[in-house]
């Protein structure tokens, strides 16, 4: 009898995807930031709404 033997394959991750990771994590390390780092959090939280706008987007455009 024959075994097929199926390796999973990579999904290669998308630039704006690792970025936001990476926002995230950031956010994440300032979370308890006096408030000179308010400043940073909302700098953050804005570029996040825009990179997670981009990624529907594209997956609006990857649906059609």
Do not use: C, W
Not at 39 to 47: D, E, G, I, T, Y
């Amino acid at each position: 009898m024959y075994k097929i033997d199926i390796e999973p394959i990579e999904n290669p991750r998308n630039p704006t995807t690792e970025t936001l990771d990476k926002m995230i994590e950031v956010m994440e390390s300032i979370e308890h930031i006096d408030d000179a780092g308010f400043v940073l959090r909302m700098k953050l939280l804005n570029n996040i709404e825009f990179l997670v706008d981009q990624l529907m987007e594209e997956y609006e455009q990857r649906q059609r």
